[in-house]
């Protein structure tokens, strides 16, 4: 008896010595998600793009790490980028530079001012000559809604930029989503037809499709008219001329040149607009991914609120009829109110309340791309600053926390988004903010060889320590004597030239000096 006991306890003991073989658990649906996250003034009163994502995901490391290939994409399952919750270490170098760039992309009030004096008097002055005009009476009631980056307060540089939306008056609508282009591009057509509404004049054969085309038509040609009168406030030295039309623009841009100079000082894009108030397309129905930052009952707002159709056609030579009419979705007046009151606390950046560095990374950020498309415009002429501010949005929906983006670590906060931006591009998805269908970086308004050079250039700038943010120091002048100073322009070769020139002669100087007194002693 004691015998069979002894023998089942050794039994008993190899079996729990053995090591047990588990299977590979299966990754959950919420574990494979997280592997690939989203990311993302004096004058009263930001745009779109469009595809489809169908696109191959790649999951890649912010600092440049080994990527993945998973999946295709599919509209129902969009996810756009990659990111690290804890930013990457910043060098104390890069991390002056950056804060000295940031410093330097803030307007100064007085050029803010005299701005807002010169766009206010041109905006009261056209709405008066609209309200008056008699060529065309469904421009008589139109009203003026600011937006861009000016309004945003995250321009950079200065103030030379403007976004004037026309908002035109419009009965209750119906919209239908391009075959091609859908949830972005819409044919836009009354409900029912009207015989005494002003429009009437700019619909189709059907006589309830609004025609984009004819409304950008006459819009461009009463801006026409009106620059033809108008007079700029006596302390503006220059005037306003009509820029050419560009193709799949919306805007008619005005330039104010000054009579000493060929170069604009100052653009307005003024965009007729229709605006609706009937709720938000089905795409859109759900509202921003705003809940862990905003709150559920700011997103209730923001869907509460009319949206805007602004007349731009999608990219392609081989346009439908319909194609030609259609109109594009705008929810500016959002972006705007997003960034301009942008914290998880109601105090953030207001008045005695802790502030951020939101706005300043998003400043820096802009600032590179327009860095990129100085010094590649063909490479990179598809991407523009909105491509930016989408991935800023999502990257603020990710880290929604005020503590998150404190003053104090802006260096590291701006390569965390910078890093977002980059596995946007690397994922070669980046879904628009409102409408999580559709991608902005899927041809053919992104094409994949502009978004492989962009892949490769936010890398270079990364690994270079961003020498587009950098502000180059001169070459300190050899001679502190005015007629021997030279201006030099930056990057060129001569600097490099002239710098060693005056280094040989000061030699030759010294070494002449040294000669002569050994002589006399």
Not at 356 to 376: A, H, N, T, V, W
Request: hydrophobic residues 35%; glycine residues 4%.
């Amino acid at each position: 008896m004691l015998l069979r006991r002894n023998t089942e306890a050794r039994k008993t003991s190899k079996m729990n010595s053995t090591p047990v073989k588990r299977l590979p658990r299966k990754q959950s649906s919420v574990e494979r998600s997280s592997s690939v996250e989203t990311v993302g003034c004096q004058l009263e009163n930001g745009q779109d793009e469009q595809e489809t994502c169908r696109r191959t995901e790649k999951t890649t490391d912010v600092n440049g790490g080994p990527s993945t290939p998973t999946s295709p994409r599919t509209p129902g399952h969009c996810v756009t980028g990659t990111a690290h919750m804890s930013p990457p270490p910043v060098s104390p170098k890069l991390d002056r530079w950056i804060r000295q760039r940031c410093r330097d992309l803030t307007l100064r009030r007085v050029d803010t001012q005299r701005a807002a004096k010169i766009v206010n008097h041109l905006r009261d002055g056209l709405l008066e000559f609209l309200k008056n005009n008699q060529e065309r009476p469904y421009f008589r009631q139109a009203t003026v809604l600011n937006s861009g980056s000016y309004f945003e307060m995250v321009k950079i540089n200065s103030p030379n930029e403007f976004d004037m939306m026309l908002i035109l008056p419009t009965p209750r609508l119906t919209w239908t989503d391009l075959d091609d282009c859908p949830d972005v591009f819409y044919t836009v057509s009354l409900s029912r037809s009207t015989r005494s509404h002003e429009i009437r004049s700019y619909l189709l054969q059907d006589q309830r499709t609004i025609s984009a085309a004819r409304i950008r038509a006459d819009t461009r040609d009463l801006v026409c008219n009106f620059i033809s009168t108008y007079e700029v406030p006596p302390e503006v030295i220059g005037h306003w001329e009509v820029c050419e039309a560009k193709e799949d623009c919306p805007a008619v841009t005005l330039e104010l040149l000054r009579e000493d100079s060929e170069e604009a000082e100052m653009s307005i894009d003024i965009v007729p607009t229709l605006e609706v108030t009937q709720g938000w397309p089905d795409a859109a129905r759900k509202g921003p991914n705003v809940d862990n930052w905003l709150g559920k009952t700011t997103r209730r707002k923001f869907v509460s609120q009319p949206f805007y159709f602004v007349p731009k056609t999608p990219k392609g030579n081989d346009l439908s009829e319909m194609a030609r009419e259609s109109w594009r979705i705008s929810f500016s007046h959002i972006e705007k109110d997003i960034i301009r009151n942008h914290g998880n606390r109601r105090t953030c950046c207001e008045g005695r309340g802790k502030r951020c560095c939101r706005k300043s990374c998003l400043r820096l950020l802009k600032r590179l791309i327009e860095g990129l498309k100085q010094r590649f415009p063909e490479e990179l002429e598809p991407l523009c600053s909105y491509h930016g501010k989408t991935a800023f949005f999502h990257a603020l929906s990710r880290r929604g926390d005020d503590t998150q983006w404190a003053v104090g670590d802006l260096s590291s906060c701006f390569l965390f988004l910078l890093g977002a931006f980059e596995g946007h591009a690397q994922s070669g998805l980046l879904t628009h903010f409102f409408v999580p269908s559709h991608n902005l970086f899927a041809p053919p308004a992104f094409p994949q060889s502009t978004l492989d050079f962009l892949v490769a250039a936010l890398k270079e700038q990364r690994e270079s320590n961003l020498p587009f943010l950098q502000t180059p120091a001169p070459a300190p002048p050899l001679d502190s004597s005015p007629s021997s100073v030279q201006l030099v322009p930056l990057g060129s070769a001569s600097v490099t030239e002239s710098w060693l020139s005056k280094a040989k002669a000061v030699m030759v100087t010294v070494l002449m000096a040294v000669v002569l007194g050994l002589c006399f002693i």
